[in-house]
Every structure is written in structure tokens, then in C-alpha cells.
């Protein structure tokens, strides 16, 4: 037997003399069986059942409206909607005190687009999340522009909140239609907006602004790890190598994160790299944004999208010619500043957090999907039970150890760190976040003080 099938036969036999139960969202990902059983087999990868009708995504249609479809369509094609998920977020706790959510969750809850409601329409902000992910990514967040006095929205992306193999079906299109709706819809009901997107949301946002006529409710536009280019530059062949028959899938894997796909099909590529072509510098020197300040995020080792790319992005919008607003454009970079080149903005608000305890000495680079999550998360903090191993999908031994040990690095997973330690967790919080946190507050302050001036 080699050493690899040595040390997964001990982590299986060290944490199979007991049976789980698969009650809830909690102990299925802490049952290493189970999760084994659901990365070989993919138990949890395809929908219950495939839709049967759509949202119109037409404006004169309500957001309760969107709300309840978003959620009955989990409860339908998600195969773990019902199942009991004791995670309670601050986020949550909101929710239920404004009789949105019941007490106890199940995954359902969890997951599905939501709104925390202000006694007032005058401010909002909108979230939309990334590729592969759900609402859950703004639980965290969500928080903050709640506190600012904010109406929170959030989006369900089309083929997001029930399964993987859902991404196969979906569209890059389909995509913005969702976040056009969102836009115009809040647009109608509040007065003043704030855009933020996450990843694959930030693009969409992106494309939005550069392409619809100017909206001057929208008030400002948050990006975290928006999605310019891909890391890997063969994101290109998602689109050709899909057309290959039975070659559906670049990641299989167990699916145990009840808010986010771990499996990842071609296709979900494909459309990707759809919604980043329509972002891309040449065209949007052609359609400069309207005149709004840009709050940024982004980590100097993110292995899913290009940051050089990203930094090249914000260096083209930031034109003070089409917007004067521009002198409020604000970019929180973590790790290595001396990696921006020196042909980025100089007058561009730049801010470099610098590591001050034992804790974040720990980490191994800020990850694309750690931005978002405060390390008090009760799923993906660092307390969390859920930990990211996708850098071991083909050696299930190293994988099977990831998911156990006692004392895993964490990081990002770069080249450089895989190679250098014997597993590593990919980072799911930011150790940041209540830096991050003051700094979104003092921006927010910012941008309302310009738009009392321009009033």
C-alpha cells in the first residue's frame, strides 16, 4: 500500500468508530464518511428536479415577489433545502426579529435572496454575490450597511441555491438580466442606491453601469475580488471543451457547503468568461461609467482572478475626465503593496492592512473568497466547521487529512504554498474584516457627504 492510501485508511478508520448522524448542515461536514462517499459519488452535486417556470425578471414585478419565487424554487430543486442548519449570523438573527426568517433554520433559509428592512425608503444597497456561491456570502456585510441606516437586498443568480450540475444550464446573459431587474427595481422603490458585488456579482455591475443609460439614484459602486480575468489564462477553452460530449465537469467534488457549489462544471466556465468579456479595458474605454466614487477589494495572491487585471481595471475607470467623483475612489489591497506597478493612479486612496497579531502571522495570503467573511463567521470563520481542501481533489488521502487535522495552514492556494506545506486550507474569513468594516463606514460617510453637496 502506498503512504498516500496508508494515511487515508488511518484518518478513515480514526474517524469512522462512530456513526454521524446526517441531521443537519453541521455534522454532515464533520462526518469525513460521508463526505468521502459524496465526492466519489456525487450524492449532493445535481438538483432535485430541474425548473419548471421562471421569474420574468420584469420590473412592475415586486422584490417580495422575486423573494418568495427565489425561495420556493430552493425548496423544489435544492436536495438539502429542508434540512435543519443551525448557523445563526448576526445577518439571521435581523431576519428573525423582523419575522423574515423562522427561529431555526434550515438550509433554505439560509441561502435564499433576502431583505433587512429599514422604516424608511430613502437608502439601499444591493448585493450580489459570485459564481458558484449564494446570498450567504453578505451575511457579514450585510451587517455593516444595515447599521449604516441601509435597506439591505440581495440576489440569487439564476443556477445558484439548489446544485452544481445546475451551472451546466445557465447563461452569462441570464446573469444580467437578474442584476438588471435588482437595479431597476430598487432603483423604483428607494431613493438613493449603493451597488457592491462580489467576484462574478462585481462584473455584472460593472457591465451594467458601462452599458445602461446613467442612473442617478445609484449613488456608488462597492467591488470585492470583482472578477476581471481569470487567474488560469485557459478559461478561454471552458466554452470548447464543453461542447466535448460526457466532458461536463473541472472540479467534482463532495458539495458539503450547504452556501456554496464545491463542484464546478464547464459550462459555469464558460459563461464566466462570457460576463468578463464584456468588462474587458478596450470596451470600457468606450463606455466610461457614470459619475460615482469606486470602493474596491482585492488580495495580491488571489489564484481565481488575475489581480494585475483587476488593478488594470480600476486604473482605467479611474478617469477624472468622465468622473470627478473619482477623488473618493478607495482600494483596500491585501498583502504586498510593491506588487501595484507604478503606472497605477497616484492619487488612487490606497489601503494596505498590516498584519498586528499571532493569528494572521498564521495565514498563508488573503484568498479571492476570504474577503467577505468575518473570522466570527459561524460557518467559514475561524471557528467554522466547513474547511476548503479543493486543492486535493485527485489525491483523496491528502484530501481526507485537510478535512481532519488538527492544526491545517491556512492560506491561499498558491503554487508556492501547496508545494510548501504537506495540506493546506484554503483561507474562508478575512482577519481583516473589522478593519475592512471601518473602512466601508468612513467610505459610506463619504459618499453621502458628496451627495449632500450635489443636493
Given at each position: 500500500m502506498s503512504?498516500?492510501?496508508?494515511?487515508?485508511?488511518v484518518v478513515?478508520?480514526t474517524?469512522s468508530?462512530?456513526?454521524i448522524?446526517?441531521?443537519?448542515c453541521v455534522?454532515?461536514?464533520?462526518d469525513?464518511d460521508?463526505?468521502?462517499k459524496?465526492?466519489?459519488?456525487?450524492?449532493?452535486?445535481?438538483?432535485?428536479?430541474?425548473?419548471?417556470?421562471?421569474?420574468?425578471?420584469?420590473?412592475?414585478?415586486?422584490?417580495?415577489?422575486y423573494?418568495s419565487?427565489?425561495?420556493?424554487?430552493?425548496?423544489?430543486?435544492?436536495?438539502r433545502?429542508?434540512?435543519p442548519?443551525?448557523?445563526?449570523?448576526a445577518t439571521?438573527?435581523?431576519?428573525?426579529?423582523?419575522?423574515l426568517?423562522?427561529s431555526?433554520?434550515?438550509?433554505?433559509?439560509?441561502?435564499?435572496?433576502?431583505?433587512?428592512?429599514?422604516n424608511?425608503?430613502?437608502?439601499?444597497?444591493?448585493l450580489?454575490?459570485?459564481?458558484?456561491d449564494?446570498?450567504?456570502?453578505f451575511h457579514?456585510?450585510?451587517?455593516?450597511?444595515?447599521?449604516?441606516?441601509?435597506?439591505?437586498r440581495?440576489?440569487l443568480?439564476p443556477g445558484?441555491?439548489t446544485?452544481?450540475?445546475?451551472l451546466?444550464?445557465?447563461t452569462?446573459?441570464?446573469?444580467?438580466?437578474?442584476?438588471n431587474?435588482a437595479?431597476?427595481?430598487t432603483?423604483?422603490?428607494?431613493?438613493?442606491?449603493?451597488?457592491?458585488?462580489?467576484s462574478?456579482?462585481?462584473?455584472?455591475?460593472?457591465?451594467?453601469?458601462a452599458?445602461?443609460?446613467s442612473?442617478?439614484?445609484?449613488?456608488?459602486l462597492?467591488?470585492?475580488?470583482?472578477?476581471?480575468a481569470?487567474?488560469?489564462?485557459?478559461?478561454w477553452?471552458?466554452?470548447?471543451i464543453?461542447?466535448?460530449?460526457?466532458?461536463?465537469?473541472?472540479?467534482?467534488?463532495?458539495?458539503?457547503?450547504?452556501?456554496?457549489y464545491?463542484s464546478?462544471?464547464?459550462?459555469?466556465?464558460?459563461?464566466?468568461?462570457?460576463?468578463?468579456?464584456?468588462?474587458?479595458?478596450?470596451?470600457?474605454?468606450?463606455?466610461p461609467l457614470?459619475?460615482?466614487p469606486i470602493?474596491?477589494?482585492?488580495?495580491?495572491?488571489?489564484t481565481?482572478?488575475?489581480?494585475?487585471?483587476?488593478?488594470?481595471?480600476?486604473?482605467?475607470l479611474?478617469?477624472?475626465?468622465?468622473?470627478?467623483?473619482?477623488?473618493?475612489?478607495?482600494?483596500i489591497?491585501y498583502?504586498?503593496?510593491?506588487?501595484?506597478?507604478?503606472?497605477f493612479?497616484?492619487d488612487?486612496?490606497?489601503?494596505?492592512p498590516?498584519?498586528k497579531?499571532?493569528?494572521?502571522?498564521k495565514?498563508?495570503g488573503?484568498?479571492?473568497?476570504?474577503?467577505?467573511n468575518?473570522?466570527n463567521?459561524?460557518?467559514?470563520?475561524?471557528?467554522?466547521h466547513y474547511?476548503?481542501?479543493g486543492?486535493y481533489?485527485?489525491?483523496d488521502?491528502?484530501?481526507?487529512?485537510?478535512?481532519?487535522?488538527?492544526?491545517?495552514?491556512i492560506?491561499?492556494?498558491?503554487?508556492?504554498?501547496?508545494?510548501?506545506?504537506?495540506?493546506?486550507?484554503?483561507?474562508t474569513?478575512n482577519?481583516y474584516?473589522?478593519?475592512?468594516?471601518?473602512?466601508?463606514?468612513?467610505?459610506?460617510?463619504?459618499?453621502?457627504?458628496?451627495q449632500?453637496?450635489?443636493?
Amino acid at each position: 500500500m502506498s503512504l498516500n492510501g496508508i494515511l487515508l485508511a488511518v484518518v478513515l478508520l480514526t474517524t469512522s468508530s462512530f456513526t454521524i448522524s446526517q441531521t443537519d448542515c453541521v455534522t454532515q461536514l464533520t462526518d469525513l464518511d460521508y463526505i468521502m462517499k459524496s465526492k466519489q459519488q456525487g450524492l449532493l452535486r445535481f438538483e432535485n428536479s430541474k425548473p419548471t417556470t421562471e421569474f420574468s425578471y420584469q420590473s412592475t414585478q415586486t422584490y417580495s415577489d422575486y423573494l418568495s419565487f427565489a425561495y420556493q424554487h430552493i425548496l423544489t430543486a435544492n436536495p438539502r433545502a429542508l434540512m435543519p442548519c443551525p448557523i445563526q449570523t448576526a445577518t439571521y438573527q435581523l431576519l428573525v426579529k423582523q419575522q423574515l426568517r423562522p427561529s431555526m433554520a434550515n438550509i433554505s433559509d439560509l441561502i435564499a435572496p433576502f431583505e433587512l428592512r429599514q422604516n424608511n425608503a430613502r437608502k439601499a444597497v444591493l448585493l450580489i454575490h459570485g459564481l458558484t456561491d449564494s446570498p450567504f456570502t453578505f451575511h457579514d456585510l450585510a451587517e455593516i450597511y444595515f447599521e449604516q441606516g441601509y435597506n439591505v437586498r440581495t440576489l440569487l443568480l439564476p443556477g445558484h441555491g439548489t446544485a452544481a450540475d445546475a451551472l451546466s444550464r445557465v447563461t452569462a446573459k441570464q446573469w444580467q438580466q437578474a442584476v438588471n431587474y435588482a437595479i431597476a427595481r430598487t432603483s423604483k422603490d428607494f431613493d438613493q442606491v449603493i451597488l457592491g458585488g462580489y467576484s462574478t456579482g462585481a462584473t455584472l455591475l460593472v457591465n451594467y453601469l458601462a452599458v445602461q443609460p446613467s442612473n442617478p439614484k445609484i449613488t456608488a459602486l462597492m467591488l470585492f475580488s470583482p472578477a476581471t480575468a481569470p487567474h488560469n489564462k485557459n478559461g478561454w477553452l471552458a466554452k470548447w471543451i464543453d461542447y466535448i460530449p460526457f466532458v461536463n465537469w473541472i472540479d467534482k467534488d463532495a458539495d458539503i457547503d450547504f452556501a456554496k457549489y464545491e463542484s464546478f462544471p464547464f459550462n459555469a466556465a464558460a459563461a464566466a468568461d462570457d460576463a468578463m468579456s464584456n468588462i474587458t479595458l478596450h470596451k470600457l474605454m468606450q463606455r466610461p461609467l457614470p459619475n460615482l466614487p469606486i470602493f474596491s477589494v482585492m488580495s495580491d495572491v488571489d489564484t481565481t482572478i488575475d489581480t494585475r487585471a483587476s488593478l488594470q481595471l480600476l486604473s482605467t475607470l479611474h478617469d477624472a475626465t468622465a468622473r470627478p467623483a473619482n477623488r473618493l475612489d478607495t482600494l483596500i489591497y491585501y498583502g504586498d503593496k510593491n506588487t501595484i506597478t507604478s503606472d497605477f493612479p497616484a492619487d488612487y486612496i490606497i489601503l494596505n492592512p498590516q498584519c498586528k497579531n499571532t493569528a494572521c502571522k498564521k495565514i498563508h495570503g488573503i484568498s479571492h473568497i476570504a474577503v467577505v467573511n468575518s473570522p466570527n463567521n459561524p460557518h467559514y470563520g475561524a471557528q467554522g466547521h466547513y474547511r476548503n481542501c479543493g486543492s486535493y481533489l485527485d489525491d483523496d488521502a491528502l484530501y481526507a487529512h485537510c478535512k481532519t487535522t488538527k492544526k491545517p495552514n491556512i492560506g491561499e492556494r498558491t503554487a508556492e504554498n501547496v508545494a510548501a506545506f504537506a495540506t493546506l486550507q484554503r483561507l474562508t474569513y478575512n482577519p481583516y474584516f473589522d478593519e475592512q468594516a471601518g473602512y466601508i463606514r468612513q467610505f459610506i460617510q463619504q459618499v453621502e457627504g458628496l451627495q449632500g453637496k450635489q443636493q
